[in-house]
T-cell receptor, first 109, second 120 residues
Framework: GQNIDQPTEMTATEGAIVQINCTYQTSGFNGLFWYQQHAGEAPTFLSYNVLDGLEEKGRFSSFLSRSKGYSYLLLKELQMKDSASYLCAPMDSNYQLIWGAGTKLIIKP | GAVVSQHPSRVICKSGTSVKIECRSLDFQATTMFWYRQFPKQSLMLMATSNEGSKATYEQGVEKDKFLINHASLTLSTLTVTSAHPEDSSFYIC????????????????FGEGSRLTVL
């Protein structure tokens, strides 16, 4: 079956760095997306990885290891507005995104 | 990036009535749109895949006759919740894949703002 595993909740301090891990099992693989979702709002795109390695985009970076079925999202210089849920979503062989429940990130001053 | 507009953002209706939610791609053509439902503190659940000019493909467990989807043009898909009941109260979100080469290469989805439905 298809499965996504992320921590349910994480807490970090403003200005710090946090890494949100994601392991997945899918039927085929066509890349992995990370989305940010604030409470009551729709998800917004953060990153897409299809090859192994690290993709850096400003304060956010995303890493992928296809052989391990593993990805992480790294957030640097945390700001209060980064408090949100972070959704790891791999794409299967049918180009369908598989959604997990996400990781709720709480930023404290 | 591409913009997807969803309307209405909030709707309250009486049990037994029907509600229509619109999803528009404003600056790109979307041959495929997706409709999701999200209950509080749960993940997005794909309800159906809407293809322009053809019938929608529904996920297992989603009632076709209750959730009517119409994708009449390359920029508009609608979801109608028929005979709504309190258990249909949820956050409904649409997304679309840009049909141009850039969007198609990455498969990136662009999401509407979401519609919160409350059935009394």
């Amino acid at each position: 079956g298809q499965n996504i595993d992320q921590p349910t909740e994480m807490t970090a301090t403003e200005g710090a760095i946090v890494q949100i891990n994601c392991t997945y099992q899918t039927s085929g693989f066509n890349g992995l997306f990370w989305y940010q979702q604030h409470a009551g709002e729709a998800p917004t795109f953060l990153s897409y990885n299809v090859l192994d390695g690290l993709e850096e985009k400003g304060r956010f970076s995303s890493f992928l290891s296809r052989s391990k079925g593993y990805s992480y999202l790294l957030l640097k210089e945390l700001q209060m507005k980064d408090s949100a849920s972070y959704l790891c979503a791999p794409m299967d062989s049918n180009y369908q995104l598989i959604w997990g429940a996400g990781t709720k990130l709480i930023i404290k001053p | 990036g591409a913009v997807v507009s969803q309307h209405p953002s909030r709707v309250i209706c009486k049990s037994g009535t029907s509600v229509k939610i619109e999803c528009r791609s404003l600056d790109f053509q979307a041959t495929t749109m997706f409709w999701y439902r999200q209950f509080p503190k749960q993940s997005l659940m794909l309800m159906a895949t809407s293809n322009e000019g053809s019938k929608a493909t529904y996920e297992q467990g989603v009632e076709k006759d209750k959730f009517l989807i119409n994708h009449a043009s390359l920029t508009l898909s609608t979801l109608t919740v028929t005979s709504a009941h309190p258990e249909d109260s949820s956050f409904y979100i649409c997304s679309a894949r840009d049909g141009t080469s850039g969007g198609a290469d990455t498969g990136e989805l662009f999401f509407g703002e979401g519609s919160r439905l409350t059935v009394l």
